[in-house]
Every structure is written in structure tokens, then in C-alpha cells.
């Protein structure tokens, strides 16, 4: 496509999503594909671009539009074939979390050390929540977050590690500059749902997805992604602040489906894991100090002093210290052993991780793999 052709297939999509509540019409795969190609070339209009996400917004994305842009996005980003069976992928909200401290970082080394290979994804700060982000936890934690992709694939194959973290700006750059036009846009687009399944590195036979939501609109829509950007299963989870991490607290769902087929749903209760805690995620420190720059959409409290918590949090879990961050993890990395049939139920595969957290197994891949740059 030249790029006369790609503006002319940008300007017919604006007009067809972007004529108000009754005449605005949905596009078709290919023709939100156009679009977002247009959006992600150097060339692009920014003006065109707000114009184009707001209106899919306030028109309601369909399932073929989002996979038009997710089909562009994938051609725009690099991919790399990891060496392994099976590979998991932590797709956690990209704008983090803000009412809870996020220890869903911590979650890949747990499966690594229960013989799952995983990785969990990112970036530094992006809204509409501009929370506190893996990116953000696993550097105050000491990790290497810059990490290349033939750098995180063999840290993932290397047995005595098997996990690594992998940033948007790295696998997705076009993507990673469209940051400041969607601070500028201030509310959710299709972007904050489809960029958590742009599926950056894939295993020789199987990758399964774990995310999460909170709307109840939401699983199908990401069973429906997930299928297309190629996960062979996936655990889509209803999480805190829509993390992968249930509520400790109270049931939730869980949406799944093995070898791309329909999916399916289960009710998850914490107390059947023995899980019994008064809040619903790991609390919020009462001390932290306030945002130096608060206004009605930044966070209130200082991020940086926040991942800072988390990372105490998770690495405290890792040690096997009792709690709220140690039930998260055991929680959602039981439901990953559970899913893939490592183990028979919930109940087992939830005392099976806090042998590796206990044991100091889990802590170990971590450490291997804080210097995951070296290998």
C-alpha cells in the first residue's frame, strides 16, 4: 500500500466511524487494519489518529475492528521463536494498578520454578491510570528491564531461569511512540486492549495466554483476540483492577479455552485454595507519600515509592513469608498448573506453588534471572 492509498483508507475509515450515534458505521477487519498500518507510519497525522480512536470508542469497537488493529500492530512489532515446549504469557494491564500493590510481577519466576516457562510485558507509564507497572516493580526489584528480545528468549530457555521481562518500546516501538498521543487522548481506546496480545515471543508448540478483566463485556472479546493472535489456550481471569489476580477476598471467574476452541468459564474461591484474607489484593503501604503532581487523573501517591512496596511485597513472597502478596501468587500461578493439567485440582496445584515459595525454588529463578542480560 503506497501512502496516498494509506491516507485515502484512513480518511474513508474516519468517515464511516465518526458520523455520530446513528449513522456511524463498523469496519470492516481489513479496513481498521488499513487505518491502524496508517496510524503506526512515520507519516501518520496525529489529529486523524485521536479522531479515529475516540470514534471507535464512542461507537464501541467490534471484534473485527479489533483485529484489524491488532493485525497491524503484530506486523509492526518483532516476534522471536523461544526454545521451549511451552510457553506462558503474563498479559497484565499495561496502565497498572492503583489500588493495590501490583505483585503480578513476580508471577513468572513462580511458574518457571514450577517447570512452566513464562514472561510477563510492558512499559514505564501510560494512561488512562498511569498506576504502578511490571516495568516499574521489577526494576525497583533490581531487574533488568531493558532486556532485548534474544535476551529474554534465552532466559526463558535456560532451565535454571525460565522466565524474563520484555518492554513495549522493545518488540513494539511504533506502538511504544504512540504514548504521548494517548496521553493527550486522557481515556481508554482499543489500544488498552489489544496491545496486552501482540504475543511478542511464542514457544515451538504451545503459548498460553493468562490475563485479566474486570467488565463482564470483556472475556469473549479477549478469548476471541487471544484465538487470533495465536495462543493455542488461555486463562482470561477476573482480576483485581483487571490484573491476573483474583480477589483474595471473594469469588471470581475464570474464562478459558484449550487448543483454540470456545471457551469456557469456572468459579474460583480463594477459601477453597486456603486462601483467607480481609482485603481484596495486597493493601496499599498507609505511609506512602503523596504524587509530587496530583491532578484528577495522575495517581495521588508517589508510583516510584509504590513499586518500590510491591517489589518488598513480592520478594518477601518469594521467601515464603505469609500474606496477602504470597496468596496472590499462589493463586494465580495454581490456576496456570490447574489449566494445563499439571496438576488435578486447584486445591493441589495451589499447595504444589508454596512449596516452590517456601522451599527458596522460586526466589532462585528469580535471582538467575536478574542478570538474564549475561547469558
Known amino acids: 500500500m503506497t501512502q496516498s492509498d494509506a491516507i485515502l483508507a484512513m480518511r474513508e475509515a474516519i468517515q464511516k466511524v465518526a458520523t455520530g450515534p446513528e449513522y456511524s458505521k463498523d469496519l470492516s477487519q481489513a479496513q481498521a487494519h488499513a487505518a491502524m498500518r496508517y496510524i503506526l507510519s512515520e507519516d501518520a497525522d496525529p489529529v486523524q489518529a485521536a479522531v479515529f480512536f475516540i470514534a471507535l470508542r464512542m461507537k464501541r469497537e467490534t471484534d473485527e475492528e479489533n ?11 518483532q516476534q522471536h521463536l523461544v526454545a521451549v515446549d511451552e510457553l506462558i504469557d503474563v498479559a497484565d494491564p499495561y496502565d497498572g494498578h492503583s489500588r493495590g500493590l501490583p505483585v503480578s510481577a513476580f508471577i513468572a519466576p513462580v511458574l518457571a520454578a514450577c517447570g512452566l516457562p513464562a514472561y510477563c510485558h510492558g512499559l514505564e507509564r501510560v494512561g488512562p491510570k498511569y498506576g504502578i507497572t511490571h516495568r516499574k516493580v521489577l526494576r525497583a526489584a533490581g531487574v533488568n528491564v531493558d532486556l532485548t528480545l534474544k535476551q529474554a528468549s534465552d532466559a526463558i530457555a535456560n532451565a535454571e531461569i525460565g522466565w524474563a521481562y520484555l518492554d513495549q518500546k522493545v518488540f513494539a516501538p511504533r506502538l ?200
Open 67 to 77: 483485529k484489524g488493529v491488532l493485525q497491524a500492530i503484530q506486523e509492526a512489532s
Open 176 to 375: 511504544h511512540d504512540l504514548i504521548p498521543l494517548r496521553s493527550r487522548i486522557i481515556k481508554r481506546q482499543v489500544l488498552t486492549t489489544v496491545e496486552v496480545l501482540v504475543n511478542p515471543l511464542r514457544a515451538r508448540k504451545q503459548t498460553h495466554l493468562l490475563t485479566g478483566y474486570v467488565h463482564k463485556a470483556y472475556p469473549p472479546i479477549y478469548a476471541s483476540l487471544a484465538r487470533y493472535a495465536g495462543y493455542d489456550s488461555a486463562m482470561i481471569v477476573r482480576g483485581v483492577e483487571g490484573g491476573v489476580i483474583p480477589s483474595l477476598q471473594q469469588p471470581a471467574r475464570l474464562f478459558y479455552y484449550h487448543d483454540r476452541a470456545a471457551e469456557l468459564s469456572m468459579e474460583l474461591n480463594p477459601q477453597e485454595l486456603g486462601i483467607h484474607q480481609d482485603s481484596r489484593a495486597v493493601p496499599l503501604p498507609k505511609d506512602l507519600p503523596a504524587a509530587t503532581a496530583v491532578d484528577e487523573i495522575a495517581t495521588p501517591f508517589d508510583i516510584e515509592a509504590a513499586a518500590q512496596a510491591a517489589a518488598q511485597a513480592g520478594l518477601a513472597a518469594l521467601k515464603g513469608q505469609a500474606g496477602p502478596a504470597r496468596d496472590a501468587l499462589t493463586y494465580a500461578a495454581a490456576i496456570c498448573l490447574s489449566h494445563l493439567g499439571r496438576e488435578n485440582s486447584l486445591a493441589s496445584a495451589a499447595d504444589s506453588v508454596r512449596q516452590v515459595l517456601d522451599s527458596g525454588k522460586a526466589l532462585a529463578h528469580f535471582k538467575a534471572g536478574m542478570g538474564a542480560s549475561n547469558i
